[in-house]
């Protein structure tokens, strides 16, 4: 199994930029297939984006395509989600997922470990 934890949330104004961290321990992360998913208070857990496990294909949800941007570091076990032009619908609590199986990089079915959340907040 795959522990993930992640790191880098905070509060940021309108407009400005994070990049969030997934380090994972455990088995061979080079073969698991990772995404960001977010959840909003009182909203269903959202796809963000997601990478395959070298990375050479990345996938984004319709809100953050053109802002956000994924990334991984196989030699150093991280995922990255890159944030720019943040704006307050970006609110939310923001999940590492991985995956080893079948199934599609939108569901969180498809996902069989996760973090434990880092909070996002952007605000003026």
């Known amino acids: 199994q795959v522990q993930l934890v992640e790191s880098g949330g905070g509060l940021v104004q309108p407009g400005g930029s994070l990049r969030l961290s997934c380090a994972a321990s455990?088995?061979?992360?080079?073969?698991?297939?990772m995404g960001w998913f977010r959840q909003a208070p009182g909203k269903e857990r959202e796809f963000v984006a997601a990478?395959?496990?070298?990375?050479?294909?990345?996938y984004y949800g319709d809100s953050v395509k053109g802002r956000f941007t994924i990334s991984r570091d196989n030699a150093k076990n991280t995922v990255y989600l890159q944030m720019n032009n943040l704006k307050p619908e970006d609110t939310a609590v923001y999940y590492c997922?991985?995956?080893?199986?079948?199934?599609?990089?939108?569901?969180?079915?498809?996902?069989?470990?996760w973090g434990q959340g880092t909070q996002v907040t952007v605000s003026s």
């Open positions: 997922a991985g995956r080893e199986g079948s199934g599609s990089v939108y569901y969180t079915e498809s996902y069989g470990y």
């Open positions: 455990g088995r061979t992360f080079s073969s698991s297939r």
């Open positions: 990478t395959s496990n070298l990375g050479g294909r990345t």
